[in-house]
């Protein structure tokens, strides 16, 4: 091949990177296409897959990753140096980026001569940071000349004066090195943002340090990675549009992801979250996947966060709001007097919203009644009033009991449980241990009701969860349409383990998610009405006081 037709090939290959042009920000820097094709070269000829089908194979790479080697590595300042310091990847899961990631650390380790370079692999805990670690040696080792020049130990590696080793938000974020290069895996997984501005500081007195950040996307919520991104996508937009982002030469921002109002279930928009569709990632794997999205609303924004790379408002959104609100019929009050019921209680920290859930059940046809009652101190309801959220409306309607003061009085909650019970026949009140207080105690020493410990884990809270949702997909939950449980769903997300669990997570919910939580601590009470010690009460992390 002759050099003009390489020159073309790379010209074409550099502008493969979405929505952004290498060129319009470049300033004085130039492209120098044999710095570039040394480092794809060196990646084809040295590295090698290190898992998968693939695994021992040479790294031949796809063109999207040769267009990231190629302008991380061909653009040089006037000085020489590299023109790039900074890169967000940003990808849907499983398209190699810790991989790529790997194969960038060895090539800067095994070639650039900067004396007493230190390279780091970071994560949020410290077993994460095996995810790019471990391809590393993999690579390493199936290298007779890497592996020559390499001292392998169990979290660093060394070259010459050159050293690699991991490093995690966990553990530590003290730092005092200075560092050449660091690879920031899932940066969505990073608690905040200490340990990146740590290592980037630490960069300062290096002549062309370069940081990488790869990721899919976060949900919604203040963080590091949303930052990122917010900034990488205004550096993408100036590129095309000058003036109207971020003008920053030094900044690679590789951002593939689809859209909100992108059809999730096309294969068209799979691609534009998935540039390695069809290699690394089957198209079929992402249609069962889409498929469960559909038929299952808990895992739909699991699939737009994690392969489409959409920044979902929550974490998993755990309520589908339309069936929510098919549930909204009023309920007869006066029917539900002297019928048995199960309690829940979400207990707050001393100046939040309290939750307290009476649910009926009806042998009869599978149908559950949920009565709500909140409790609020005033001085509370009163900022979140001026806040925006209508705290003061809906304590005018009877929705939220206030309580003097700045402080949750106990006292009332009480006696509205006491008071409830001249009206209904309570058989159990679930609580949260963890947020018990001397009114639980109050409750069953001194009242007689019978109180429950229901933990807020996966084993206790799940079968509540997933039952919830069943009766909601056949509007057998009625609720009443009460305005503050129905702001309470919109806020839930839900937090999932492989085993497809699901549960309430307060940790990622947009806003409080009380009365849901008590629902279906109540519910979990319901479920089991009449079953003997040594069936549910074995499996499940519950215990009667």
Known sequence: MSTATINIELQRIIRLIPNYDPYAQAGDCRFDDKEAEYAIGFIETCCTFSQGSMAGKSFILEDWQKAIVANLFGWRRPNNTRRYRKMLLFLGRANGKSELAAAIICFILFTEQEAGAQIYSAAAKRDQTRFIFDPVRKMIAASAEMSSRAGVFKRSIVVEDRSYMTISREATTEHGGSTHLAVFDELHAQPDRELLDVIETSMIKRTEPLLLMTTTSD???ESVCNTEHEYASKVAQNSIDRGLGIDDMSYLPVIYEATLEDDWESPEVWRKANPNLGVSIQEEKLRVLATKAREMPTFLNTFLRLHLNVRTSQDVRLIPMDQWDNSSQSIDLESLKGKQCWGGLDLSTLKDLSALSWVFRDDSN?????IMRFFCPRDEAMKRDKAGVPYMTWARQGLITLTDGNSIDYRTIRKQI???AKLYKIQEIGFDPYNASHLVTELGEED???MVEVRQGMLSMSPPTKELLRLLQQ????????????????NVS?????AEN????????NEKIDGIVAAIVALSRAMVAGEKPGSFYDTHDVRVL
Not at 366 to 370: C, M, N, Q, R
Not at 475 to 490: C, I, K, M, P, T
Not at 502 to 509: C, L, N, Q
């Open 219 to 221: 949900f919604e919520r």
């Open 366 to 370: 599978d149908v559950y009644t949920a």
């Open 418 to 420: 006491n008071d409830d």
């Open 448 to 450: 007689g009701f019978t």
């Open 475 to 490: 509007g057998a939950f009625r609720h009443g349409g009460n305005a503050v449980l129905r702001w309470n769903a919109s």
């Open 494 to 498: 839900g937090k999932t383990d492989s």
């Open 502 to 509: 699901v549960k309430p997570d307060k940790k990622t919910s």
